[in-house]
């Protein structure tokens, strides 16, 4: 998406941040806490915060000479499932943004890759697209229940925590079984 597209922001928008009330002058602040609800696909593959789950912000806007800094914390819920054994996953998490938003007509283009910096769109931000890279860095990509899961018998499919520390298939030689976890667990 263009970033100079022209102002489509919705003020009233969960994530969009509104300035107006926020001085021009270098170092004023304010803070913004609010919960909004999360929109949807926020995530990774195997786990996401369920779309309209509440998330916390707590965030810091900065008025600094370019533009507008926010930083701050988003906290909120994720589910997904155990990469290896497919039980449900449910906690929190807390994830950092920092940020600058450049005025929209600040000089900051001729002097700044456009890529490493948010422009404002009238005294708007869109705070969305650096939620979403900020909360895929911090979910990981295979989800575990437990840092140990061990996964599933690659043969009858039974988690190996219900199963009895001598468990196998008669076919199965107990060493290829381990290779076969050792596979799984690559996946
Ligand atoms: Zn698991
Ligand atoms: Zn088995």
């Given at each position: 998406m263009p970033k100079h597209s022209p102002s489509s922001l919705n003020p009233r928008a969960p994530l969009v941040l509104d300035t107006r009330d926020l001085p021009r002058r270098p170092g004023a602040l304010r803070t913004h806490r609010r919960v909004v609800p999360a929109p949807a696909d926020l995530g990774v593959e195997l786990i996401t915060v369920p779309v309209g789950a509440d998330l916390d912000l707590d965030l810091r806007l900065e008025s600094v000479s370019e533009g507008v800094l926010v930083s701050g914390t988003i906290t909120g819920p994720v589910q997904g499932e155990c990469?290896?054994?497919?039980r449900e996953i449910d906690y929190s998490v807390a994830v950092n943004v920092q940020e600058l938003y450049a005025y929209a007509n600040s000089t900051t283009d001729d002097t700044t890759d456009e890529d490493e910096v948010g422009r404002m769109q009238d005294d708007l931000i869109d705070l969305e697209p650096a939620l979403r890279d900020a909360v895929v860095l911090t979910l990981p990509t295979n989800p575990l229940c437990r840092e140990d899961c061990p996964g599933l018998c690659p043969e009858c499919g039974v988690h190996w925590d219900d199963l009895p520390a001598d468990h196998s298939h008669q076919q199965t030689d107990p060493r290829w079984a381990s290779l076969s976890q050792l596979n799984r667990t690559e996946e």
């Open positions: 990469g290896r054994c497919l």
